[in-house]
């Protein structure tokens, strides 16, 4: 059975930081792309980057360029979501999703997905 769970997120001020984390059980992430997207409330999911194992490729959402990575950590079967210079607008419910080989920026194509984690941005 898979079970993919984020965990990280938490109030911080404006021009903070925080990383995220999404662990995965019940899968190799090897073969994976891995998604990170975003809902606020009254909004549709936004897709804040992806990163596929399989052929190498990282792309990030233009809300997101230059200030969050993805990263991995194989040996944990973890993927990281590191945030810097948070805005308020980056408030929202943050999920990692998980897909055969290759990125997408559509999340119907994903096929695991974990609960959310809440990030709030304010002082």
């Known amino acids: 059975q898979v079970h993919i769970v984020e965990s990280g997120g938490g109030l911080v001020q404006p021009g903070g930081s925080l990383r995220l984390s999404c662990a995965a059980s019940?899968?190799?992430?090897?073969?994976?792309?891995i998604g990170w997207f975003r809902q606020a409330p009254g909004k549709a999911r936004e897709g804040v980057g992806c990163n596929s194992n399989y052929d190498g490729s990282t792309t990030y959402g233009d809300s997101a360029k230059g200030r969050f990575t993805i990263s991995r950590d194989s040996a944990k079967n973890t993927a990281y979501l590191q945030m810097n210079s948070l805005k308020p607008e980056d408030t929202a419910v943050y999920y990692c999703?998980?897909?055969?080989?290759?990125?997408?920026?559509?999340?119907?194509?994903?096929?695991?997905w974990g609960q959310g984690t809440q990030v709030t941005v304010s002082s």
């Open positions: 019940g899968l190799s992430l090897e073969l994976y792309a």
């Open positions: 999703a998980a897909k055969h080989y290759y990125c997408s920026n559509y999340p119907s194509q994903y096929a695991y």
